[in-house]
C-alpha cells in the first residue's frame, strides 16, 4: 500500500468535492424548496425538523458514500446505511422513523418538480 503526504490527501479530498458539488448544490437547491413547500402546511418547527433531516442525508451522500448522481443512490444507502451513520455520527438525531418520513417527504416533493432526474427519484421512492 502506497503512503499519500497530507499534500495529496487534500488535494484528493478537493478534487472529490469538485466531483459532488453538481449533486450537492442540486438536492441543496431542492432541499430550500422543500422547506418554502413545507412552511406554507406546516409549522416553522415542523419545517425545520424535515430540512434538517434532509441536510443529514446531503451531508451523508456527499461525504461518506461514492455518489455522485441521482442514480447512483442504492436502496441500502437510502435505507440501512444512512441510518447506521446517523446512529453512528449524529448526537441527537430524529428517531429513524422520522428520518424515514422525512426523506419520503422529500422524494415525494422532489418527484413533483419533474426535473431531468424524474425516474431516478420515482426509483428511490419506491426504495422507502
Not at 431542492?30 to 406554507?40: K, W, Y
Not at 448522481?69 to 453512528?88: G, H, M, P, Q, Y
Request: aromatic share 10%; hydrophobic share 40%; glycine share 0%.
Amino acid at each position: 500500500m502506497s503512503v499519500i503526504n497530507f499534500e495529496q490527501y487534500l488535494m484528493a479530498i478537493t478534487a472529490r468535492e469538485e466531483i459532488v458539488q453538481p449533486l450537492k448544490a442540486y438536492l441543496e437547491k431542492m432541499n430550500e424548496q422543500f422547506n418554502d413547500s413545507l412552511r406554507d402546511k406546516f409549522t416553522k418547527r415542523t419545517a425545520e425538523k424535515h430540512t434538517s433531516n434532509i441536510e443529514l442525508f446531503i451531508m451523508y451522500l456527499c461525504d461518506s458514500t461514492n455518489v455522485i448522481k441521482v442514480n447512483d443512490i442504492t436502496i441500502e444507502i437510502l435505507n440501512s446505511k444512512f441510518r447506521a451513520w446517523c446512529r453512528s455520527k449524529v448526537w441527537g438525531a430524529d428517531l429513524e422513523h422520522d428520518i424515514h418520513i422525512s426523506l419520503r417527504k422529500f422524494l415525494q416533493f422532489a418527484l413533483k418538480q419533474n426535473d431531468e432526474n424524474y425516474l431516478e427519484i420515482k426509483r428511490c421512492l419506491n426504495y422507502l
